[in-house]
C-alpha cells in the first residue's frame, strides 16, 4: 500500500516536496516513480528510482524536479523546484515495476500551482 501526501498549492517558482510511505516489507526492492495527470490527459510519467538508487526524469521537468528514497522509512520522495503552472496536476506514486508497468498505485496528491 502506498501513501501519497506533500500536495497543496503554491505560485510560481515555488517548491513542493511529494512523499511517498509504503508499507510491508519488499519497498527496497521495488521501483518507484512519480506520474501526473491532469483532466482530460492521460497519466504521465515524471521521474522514477529503481531499487540501486538509479534515477531518471522526464525532460519536461529536468533540472527542477528530483526523485529520490529513503528504504529504511520505505518512503520515495519527489523534490519540486521551480514549479511553473503547467506542472499542476494530481500527482500519484507508483512501486513495484513489472513488464513496464506499476503493480501499486497511491491515491494522488494535488499540486496546484498559480502564476
Known amino acids: 500500500q502506498l501513501q501519497a501526501s506533500g500536495g497543496g498549492s503554491v505560485q510560481a517558482g515555488g517548491s513542493l516536496r511529494l512523499s511517498c510511505a509504503a508499507s510491508g516489507h519488499s519497498f527496497r526492492s521495488y521501483s518507484v516513480a512519480w506520474f501526473r495527470q491532469v483532466p482530460r490527459k492521460e497519466r504521465e510519467l515524471v521521474a522514477e528510482i529503481d531499487f540501486f538508487g538509479s534515477a531518471t526524469v522526464e525532460d519536461s521537468v529536468k533540472g527542477r524536479f528530483a526523485i529520490s528514497r529513503d528504504n529504511a522509512k520505505k518512503t520515495a520522495y519527489l523534490q519540486m523546484n521551480s514549479l511553473k503552472p503547467e506542472d499542476t496536476a494530481v500527482y500519484y506514486c507508483?512501486?513495484?515495476?513489472?513488464?513496464?508497468?506499476?503493480?501499486?498505485w497511491g491515491q494522488g496528491t494535488l499540486v496546484t500551482v498559480s502564476s
Open positions: 507508483a512501486a513495484q515495476k513489472v513488464y513496464n508497468k506499476y503493480t501499486y
